[in-house]
């Protein structure tokens, strides 16, 4: 079994930043390619970032290009969703997620199905 456990989120306006992080427990013997979605009410949840196992690789959301930066420090098990420039819009849930089937990982990382432990999630609330 594998924990997640996300933090960092809050109250922020828009234009602020927030770093958001999920720590991972359990599972430590492979690493996890990790994944951030998030739900706002009344919708659906939706992609926001990805990032390889080895870290070497990261994939953004065309909602969030250029505002957010996924990261991840594999000693700490930790990974990290730097968010800048926040938008009202950008209020949601915010949940990580751990995907351990990395065969066609990359063709499937934009959807939930793709991941086999997820977070509880933060909430982030932007005003503005």
């Known amino acids: 079994q594998v924990q997640l456990v996300e933090s960092g989120g809050g109250l922020v306006q828009a234009g602020g930043s927030l770093r958001l992080s999920c720590v991972a427990s359990?599972?430590?013997?492979?690493?996890?390619?990790m994944g951030w979605f998030r739900q706002a009410p009344g919708k659906e949840r939706d992609f926001v970032a990805a990032?390889?196992?080895?870290?070497?690789?990261?994939y953004y959301a065309d909602s969030v290009k250029g505002r957010v930066t996924i990261s991840r420090d594999n000693a700490k098990n930790t990974v990290y969703l730097q968010m800048n420039s926040l938008k009202p819009e950008d209020t949601a849930v915010y949940y990580c997620?751990?995907?351990?089937?990395?065969?066609?990982?990359?063709?499937?990382?934009?959807?939930?199905?793709?991941?086999?432990?997820w977070g509880q999630g933060t909430q982030v609330t932007v005003s503005s």
């Open positions: 997620a751990a995907a351990y089937g990395l065969l066609g990982w990359v063709a499937t990382m934009s959807k939930e199905t793709a991941y086999d432990y």
């Open positions: 359990g599972r430590t013997f492979s690493r996890p390619a």
């Open positions: 990032i390889s196992s080895s870290g070497g690789t990261t």
